[in-house]
């Protein structure tokens, strides 16, 4: 395998964006990830990005997007209809054919026009789920209670959900962030029982933006490259009913092959709903008291729906290369309560 | 007179899939009130029945389809407090897991009971559509068994 690493990352303000487009919005941090490697558009040697027309609400919608890149004359382009994290995972792949040295990656989404947790809907079995048009927040609190009923409490998930608030604090792109102590958290209401408003995503809109490099174009682009040790991603059965919901075994299965061995300074889990983390955390092998889990609050503080995950990744990556730890383990989700994991080991040293 | 030229315009799909030999047989078995599953290669019965096993991708069976009770047993539920538009009920209700006699795996739908009465382990059964046609709303939805 070649060597191949994050070299930059920059990632957009999350909010409820409704003055810029997508590619507005893209465009700056397109710029300010390109910015520290010197490239332009036309060193790179592939692009490819994430997103989903679902979002937009139109057909080849991401098409657009590529106004920000400036593709012409054209250039080597891919997209995939998955958070950012799997269009970095292709061009990883890419990047393993050995005759380009630099890839950039790109992914971006706009939530906020629309109802996502309906619009995801759309993602489920068109036969015997999706035309129930079962939300999002549903089937993820289907999810929550049965690992509750698998022998855990709700102060766990008040326990996560005050974390990711004070981590946020220390991160300006985060949407939700404050000292909110358990109890406090325990005191407000059910939403979707049993999970509180709380335990549930902000709506946010964003875009995020990762340069990867490969051997020694990376150590000559960047001077502590975060580099990609391992990466996996694997998939449960469709069928929400036939999985047992209170575990991920797509989650251990790319864990163990992306070799994580339980071992990280830090963790960037994607875990939009709280009791998420915990699953992801445990299939892992990942223990709250040797790693960092989420510095920087995660999806709970900030959740731009096809960005998140590659937000994750990119976020590992920026605090290795910047010294504050040495491993990492980054994780990206799709689909429904988890069905979808990608895995992401990262390693840098001075 | 200016005459104002319009048409009809619906945005939809305008093509027919076939929904296959299992999951085919799945809506039709729903259009006559039985609900019908496969046995995967671990030995479980699963509800719906796929076309392919997850654990080893082999094509399962669609001639070896098992019919199992329109009652069982809730394995988990949560509440919507926002119904949307399409969802089986306007006003707040549960989505459940349910587990009928004979299957392994849950079947998602909505259930039609008070709040304070749901509970994992409950029992409920299939309330049937007047009319079924061959479509997962052939089941309403499920209530409490009595």
């Known amino acids: ?350 | 007179m200016t005459e104002v030229l319009s048409a009809p315009h619906s945005m939809e799909f305008p093509y027919t899939r076939s929904t296959g030999p299992m999951v085919g047989a799945f809506l039709t078995g729903l259009r006559d009130r039985r609900v019908l599953g496969v046995r995967d290669s671990a030995g479980r019965v699963v509800v719906p029945p796929p076309e392919y096993d997850a654990g080893t991708a082999a094509v399962l069976p669609a001639d070896e389809l098992i019919e199992v009770a329109s009652e069982g047993v809730v394995t988990s539920w949560s509440w919507n407090p926002k119904p949307r538009l399409g969802q089986p009920f306007e006003q707040p209700f549960a989505w459940v897991l349910v587990q009928l006699d004979g299957a392994d795996t849950g079947l998602l739908h909505a259930l039609d009971a008070p709040r304070d009465a749901i509970r994992t382990g409950m029992r409920v059964r299939i309330r049937w559509a007047e009319e079924p046609v061959g479509f997962i709303k052939d089941i309403a939805c499920f209530e409490p068994a009595p």
């Open chain 1, 1 to 350: 395998m070649r060597d191949v690493a994050v070299v930059s990352f920059a990632q957009s303000a999350t909010r409820r964006d409704q003055t810029r487009n997508e590619v507005e919005i893209l465009l700056p941090v397109l710029r300010e990830a390109m910015a520290p490697t010197g490239l332009t558009t036309h060193d790179i040697g592939f692009t490819c990005s994430g997103s989903s027309d679902y979002l937009a609400g139109q057909a080849f919608a991401f098409v657009s997007a590529l106004d920000a890149v400036g593709p012409w004359p054209p250039i080597q382009e891919s997209h995939v209809e998955m958070d950012g994290a799997w269009a970095l995972y292709e061009a990883w792949v890419r990047l393993q054919h050995g005759d380009i040295d630099t890839a950039l990656v790109y992914a971006f989404g706009k939530s906020s026009p629309g109802d996502v947790a309906r619009v995801l809907s759309l993602q489920l079995d068109p036969y015997v789920t999706g035309p129930l048009w079962p939300d999002a927040i549903s089937l993820a609190a289907l999810q929550a209670r049965a690992f509750l009923e698998a022998g855990h409490d709700e102060k766990d998930l008040a326990r996560v959900v005050a974390r990711s608030r004070r981590n946020a604090v220390g991160n300006p792109h985060a949407q939700l962030s404050g000292d909110i102590d358990e109890a406090t958290l325990l005191d407000e209401p059910l939403y979707a029982d049993p999970l509180r408003m709380h335990d549930c995503p902000p709506i946010s809109d964003g875009a995020a933006v990762v340069v990867l490099a490969a051997g020694d174009k990376a150590r000559e682009l960047c001077e502590r490259p975060a580099w990609i040790r391992g990466i996996d991603h694997r998939i449960d059965v469709q069928a929400l009913g036939s999985r047992d919901l209170s575990q991920s075994a797509s989650t251990r299965l790319a864990g163990e092959k992306a070799g994580v061995g339980g071992r990280a300074d830090l963790a960037e889990l994607h875990a939009p709903f709280s009791h998420q983390e915990l699953i992801v955390a445990e299939a892992l092998g990942l223990d709250e008291t040797a790693t960092s889990i989420n510095p920087s609050g995660g999806a709970l503080a900030s959740n731009p729906v096809m960005v998140a995950g590659l937000v994750r990744i990119g976020e590992a990556a920026r605090r290795l290369s910047a010294g504050e730890g040495e491993r990492a383990v980054a994780h990206a989700t799709s689909g429904p309560a988890l069905q979808q994991n990608l895995v992401c080991v990262l390693e840098a040293t001075s």
